[in-house]
Structures are given as structure tokens and as C-alpha cells.
């Protein structure tokens, strides 16, 4: 169907590796009380992507019935390679290829701000049963302040940057990503004004901070900052090919590589204070019974 999401937005990497952390066993109990989700319901996930919430869908739902679905199909095969026991399909969350009440939970992480409203919630509304539950999650604000080690920059690095800016804002506009965003007052209020009923929303504000943390998650997080800055890097080949040699991109990539290598081996010997904070709101709506 396409690929543009997997090669010139966020890379397969990035997304698995940060939303591994987003949906880690330490916050089971936060989302699984507020998605009331009854066993051996048939849950749909839309816009999928890599496939990091289908995976912790189906270690907290062992008996459930899951699906992820998403436009981009080197996400689907990137998922498909990973993670067992999901259903994994190509498909537009504009035009869902199930038929009518075929799920009793349809739920998303970021990708409502991406899609007309309309048809976004019509479609859920349409496969889900009677009674069925909507649950949208999405990213609100995040702070994310890197150790000096990895922030600081070489006037190489600088200039490279520089130069290729445009092109991160061209593809943003090109593909009408975020075009449809909600703040927290008007997700709630659009769901209701398409039809879901008994929306509640909840908050949860998630700690990414190296220090503060067990050596494992520690190392964990460290290596989600480092997957979204090489991915970046890589993506330079899609976006700006024409503007970015390929030796520029090595080194900048080995210049990368080697302030991650640096950032981990002050884990433990001498605290960084580096953090990475997330805040992720979750809204829940129900179809009409
Ligand atoms: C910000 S990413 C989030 C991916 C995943 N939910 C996660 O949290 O890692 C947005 C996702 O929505 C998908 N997407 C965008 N428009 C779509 C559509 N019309 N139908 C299905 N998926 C779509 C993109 O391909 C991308 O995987």
C-alpha cells in the first residue's frame, strides 16, 4: 500500500525500541485498569506500526483475539517478524477490511492526529459491536533533555542539519502528518461528537530517566535515544539523498555510535541526569449498545 511512514518518518527501530518503554510491564497496571477490556475479546489495533503495543496487548491479554492493522506494509512485515501470536495486516484505517460489529475493541497510539476524524471513528464505530469499546492513546508533550556527551555537537554535525531542516518540514507537510491533531479537551469532545458514548479520559506521566532506574531498563532506554538518532541519521538517504553523501553519512553515523558507546559507559560509574519524560493521555469511548 505504501511505505512513506517507515522510510521517511520514523524508521522501524525508533518506534519499536521507544514504545517498548511506553508500553513496559511497570505501567501494566495503569493501562490495563483503565482499559477494562474484558478476556476473549477480539481487539483491533489501527496503525499499528512496528508493533510494540500488540506485543504488550498480547502478554497482558493472553486469551484475546488480536489484530493490528496499518497502511505501511514494511511496518507489517517488521512486525510480523517480531512479534507471535498477532494478526498482522496491511490495510487503511479510512476503509477497515472487516466487516460490520467484528470487534469488541478497536484502540490506537498516535495516529487519531493523523487521520480525518470522520472516517477515522466512523470506520471504528462501524466494526465494532454494540457496546464495543474505542480507545485512543497519544503523546501529549514530553521532555527530553539529552546528557552532554550526546548533545553536544560537532560543526560538522551542525552544518549537516542545518542543511537538510527543510526537508524533515517538507515531508510533515507533504503527508499531511499531525494535520488532524486534538489537544486534551477536543479528543474527548469529538468522540463524543461522533457517537461514542461514556468517554472517560486518564493520564499517566512515564520516567525515562537512566539513573533512576534499574541497569537493564537503564541500558534499554539509552538504546531507544540511540535508535531515533541513527535512524535519523539513515533516513538522510530518503530525504535529502541529493544534499547528503553517502561518507557524510557514515560519519555522522560513527560519530553517533560513539557517543552512545560513551553515554553507556558512564552508566553506573557517574550519573548524567539525562532524562526523557512522556506524557500519554488515553480516552475511551463506547458504541452505542
Ligand atoms: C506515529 S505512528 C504510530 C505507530 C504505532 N501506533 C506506534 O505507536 O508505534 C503513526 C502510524 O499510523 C499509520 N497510519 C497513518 N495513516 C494511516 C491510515 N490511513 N491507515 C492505517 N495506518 C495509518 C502510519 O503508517 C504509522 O505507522
Not at 489495533?45 to 483475539?65: H, M, N, Q, V
Not at 466487516?99 to 477515522?120: C, K, L, M, W, Y
Not at 462501524?126 to 480507545?135: A, F, H, N, Y
Not at 540511540?226 to 560513527?254: C, H
Request: net charge negative.
Amino acid at each position: 500500500m505504501s511505505n512513506y511512514w517507515s522510510t521517511l518518518v520514523q524508521l522501524p527501530d525508533t518506534l519499536m525500541t521507544s514504545r517498548r518503554l511506553r508500553f513496559s510491564d511497570r505501567l501494566k497496571a495503569f493501562y490495563t485498569g483503565f482499559f477494562g477490556i474484558p478476556g476473549g475479546s477480539k481487539i483491533l489495533e489501527i496503525g499499528c506500526g512496528p508493533g510494540a503495543l500488540c506485543e504488550s496487548l498480547r502478554r497482558w491479554y493472553p486469551d484475546c483475539d488480536i489484530t493490528g492493522l496499518d497502511l505501511d506494509e514494511d511496518f507489517i512485515s517488521y512486525a510480523k517478524s517480531r512479534v507471535p501470536g498477532v494478526n498482522f495486516i496491511v490495510g487503511n484505517a479510512e476503509k477497515l477490511p472487516f466487516p460490520n460489529h467484528s470487534f469488541d475493541v478497536t484502540i490506537s497510539n498516535t495516529v487519531a492526529e493523523h487521520i480525518d476524524h470522520g472516517s477515522f471513528f466512523g470506520e471504528q464505530l462501524r466494526v465494532l459491536r454494540p457496546g464495543g469499546v474505542c480507545i485512543v492513546l497519544s503523546t501529549r508533550g514530553s521532555t527530553h533533555l539529552p546528557a552532554p556527551c550526546i548533545a553536544e555537537e560537532s560543526d560538522f554535525e551542525r552544518d549537516i542539519w542545518r542543511r537538510v531542516e527543510r526537508h524533515f518540514l517538507e515531508t510533515k507537510d507533504n503527508f499531511g502528518i499531525g494535520k488532524f491533531a486534538m489537544n486534551e479537551q477536543e479528543l474527548p469532545q469529538i468522540m463524543e461528537k461522533m457517537g461514542l458514548m461514556n468517554i472517560e479520559t486518564g493520564y499517566i506521566s512515564i520516567d525515562l530517566t537512566p539513573d533512576c532506574t534499574d541497569p537493564e531498563t537503564a541500558s534499554e532506554i539509552i538504546e531507544s535515544w540511540r535508535a531515533n538518532d541513527i535512524d535519523a541519521v539513515k533516513m538522510l538517504r530518503n530525504l535529502a539523498g541529493d544534499e547528503v553523501g553517502e561518507g557524510e553519512i557514515a560519519r555522522l553515523i560513527g560519530l553517533t555510535e560513539e557517543k552512545y558507546r560513551r553515554r553507556l559507559g558512564l552508566l553506573g560509574r557517574e550519573r548524567q541526569w539525562d532524562c526523557e519524560v512522556v506524557q500519554m493521555m488515553a480516552a475511551r469511548g463506547t458504541a452505542r449498545g
